[in-house]
């Protein structure tokens, strides 16, 4: 009779699992310890794929890619304390990228936390989440667990989605309860992320602003990317015959060698525009706020899509605004599309081209150059025909140069293939959105990292060897930040932006039985990287590049204060 009653009961852990695989969760990142060790286990045995990191930072960043990618949210699991804030900050990165992202946090004991006396890891982490975050909610009932966990997932993949903090106490988890009365109280979220119609009055409005337009432009953001509106965007683009300009994380939305991309005509067209339709991009400091220099002086009228109608007029007004999801707006867009449309005058579709043709043929030399030291440029040509004979390889990078001289040389064909530092510009995202990248989609992940950069997330070269993914990681390593010849003016200690010398990354790899490599010309690079993303196999190429190049900040530098008395 008593194991008879144990058959009829469930429990926290088991009805966490049920309500995340109810609503297809199907697979977690996270690292384990008190209180979470044995429901990430039961999670494994309960057939949830669960990839353990070494850093919950790593892990949280893996998980917000994964809800960028699926439009699911990425679940990130975490002790408490410090793992919660380790975690906390990837949870703040995909909110401020619009990432849907769930991170689960353990907690300990309610009644020792709010008297402050002292408990293991003790810390009130509902109340430090909450302003970072989307939403946090904290469920102290066993029954209560399938609600929490619905409201985590609207709250995360609803209007724009972002990072919800889900809190666990530790009780929770061994608290029983009858198993009928569990599986009842499990919710399946049914129509998470409705589509939001825009009204018709707000289309016309557009619509007419762009055919009044002389010189349009259409700005694709990564929301356009993470909509997965594809067809309908393309379709919206090559009728309009409007010229575009994909952010970074929307490359291959349409192709960048597409005949209408005005990618490398950016500042021009940005400048001259008196159109510009703005498509899941938010007027950021990474479109200069939409005013001042870069935006030239000739008047300029916005027409911006976005799920979240508090971003129109954040920085500029916004002349039509079209609150809506991306696929209904365009949709609609492409529905007015009719006869009485024309196309934009050439006038302005040549300049943008010849503006274009020349930039190209300006920087072709650059990524020729099969020199010893390799430059950024020779070594980033490389890596742009390994990208071109591969397209559906996942490209993560980040860096300073090595991010933004990546993101203008190398062309992106696919959407959803190009995954960097985002809003933020945040340096430590490389391994946790490379391993994500792999388990999400299964396919070849190529990350091209600084040196620096690779530095906050390099210890999960084991977590890839450890699950065997097809990750090919290349460090530009010169030796240091922006640049590795900084030196102590006082001669006492190493400059404060350069690194070990000579450095030899590949040695890391080999420690954890992966594939390393050392090269030092473009022509070795393109064929080191070539076989490892043939091979599937986890490898790290270090590429050394020249020391002396490289700029202060990449392409940001004016964003560094300077000082007024700084002694000559
Ligand atoms: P980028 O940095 O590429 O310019 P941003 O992150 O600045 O892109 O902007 C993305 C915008 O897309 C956000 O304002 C977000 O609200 C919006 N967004 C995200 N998903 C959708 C969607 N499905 N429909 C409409 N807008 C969306
Ligand atoms: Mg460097």
Redesign the pocket.
């Known amino acids: 009779p008593a194991a008879e009653a144990e058959r009829d009961l469930t429990d926290g852990f088991h009805l966490v699992i049920d309500a995340l695989k109810l609503n297809g969760i199907e697979t977690i990142y996270g690292v384990p310890g008190i209180p979470i060790t044995d429901l990430g286990r039961m999670c494994q045995a309960e057939g949830i794929r669960v990839i353990s990191f070494r850093h919950e930072q790593n892990a949280g960043n893996a998980a917000a890619i994964a809800g960028f990618l699926t439009k699911k949210p990425g679940i990130c699991l975490t002790v408490s304390a410090p793992g919660f804030l380790n975690g906390l900050t990837a949870l703040a990165n995909a909110t401020t990228?619009?990432f849907p992202m769930i991170l689960i946090s353990g907690s300990s004991e309610r009644e020792i936390v709010d008297l402050q006396q002292g408990d293991y890891e003790e810390m009130d982490q509902l109340a430090i989440a909450k302003p970072l975050c989307k939403a946090a909610f904290r469920v102290l009932h066993a029954a209560d667990i399938g609600i929490g966990v619905a409201r985590a997932i609207r709250a995360a993949v609803s209007g724009?989605?972002g990072g919800v903090y889900l809190d666990l106490p530790a009780k929770l988890f061994g608290q029983v309860m009858d198993a009928e009365a569990g599986a009842k109280s499990l919710v399946k979220v049914i129509d998470p992320?409705p589509a939001?119609i825009p009204a018709p009055a707000a289309v016309d409005r557009a619509m007419e602003l762009l055919k009044g337009a002389e010189r349009p432009l259409i700005?694709l953001?990564?929301?356009?990317?993470?909509?997965q509106?594809d067809d309908e965007i393309r379709t919206f683009v090559e009728k309009s015959g409007i010229p575009f300009l994909p952010?970074?994380?929307?490359k291959g939305l349409l192709p960048d060698t597409h005949p209408q991309s005005a990618g490398a005509a950016r500042s021009t067209a940005l400048k001259d525009a008196d159109v510009v339709l703005l498509v899941?991009?938010?007027l950021?400091w990474?479109?200069s706020h939409g005013k001042g220099k870069t935006w030239g002086d000739a008047p300029k009228k916005f027409i911006q899509?976005?799920?979240?109608p508090k971003?129109m007029d954040s920085n500029v007004e916004i002349a039509a605004p079209l609150v809506?999801?991306?696929?209904s707006?365009i949709a609609a867009l492409n529905a007015r599309l009719d006869g009485s449309w024309k196309v934009p005058p050439a006038q302005w579709t040549e300049t943008i081209r010849a503006k274009k043709d020349a930039n190209i043929a300006k920087m072709a030399p650059k990524l020729l150059k099969n020199s010893v030291p390799m430059d950024f440029h020779s070594a980033l040509g490389a890596l742009k025909n390994v990208i071109k004979e591969r397209p559906d390889a996942m490209l993560v990078n980040e860096g300073a140069n090595t991010l933004d001289l990546a993101r203008g040389i190398i062309d992106m064909y696919e959407p959803r293939k190009r995954l960097d530092v985002?809003?933020w510009g945040v340096m430590g995202i490389g391994m946790g959105f490379a391993i994500a990248a792999a388990v999400e989609t299964g396919k070849k992940v190529l990350a091209v990292e600084g040196d620096s950069a690779f530095g906050f997330s390099g210890m999960e070269v084991e977590t890839i060897c450890r699950y065997n993914l097809p990750v090919t990681i290349v460090i530009f390593n010169n030796n240091g930040i922006y640049r590795g010849t900084d030196t102590d003016p006082t001669g006492r200690d190493p400059g404060t932006t350069v690194f070990v010398p000579g450095s030899r990354y590949d040695k890391m790899m080999e420690a954890f039985g992966g594939v390393g490599v050392n090269v030092t010309s473009p022509d070795e690079l393109y064929r080191a990287v070539s076989a490892a993303m043939d091979s599937g196999k986890p490898t790290l190429i270090n590429a050394e590049i020249d020391p002396a190049a490289g700029s202060e900040s990449g392409n940001i530098g004016s964003l560094n204060p300077q000082s007024v008395v700084k002694k000559k």
Not at 305 to 308: A, G, K, L, T
């Open positions: 990228n619009c724009r989605p992320a939001q700005i953001g990564k929301g356009a990317a993470y909509a509106a952010m970074s994380m929307a899941g991009a938010r950021n990474l479109l899509v976005d799920i979240e971003e809506g999801d991306i696929g707006v985002g809003t």
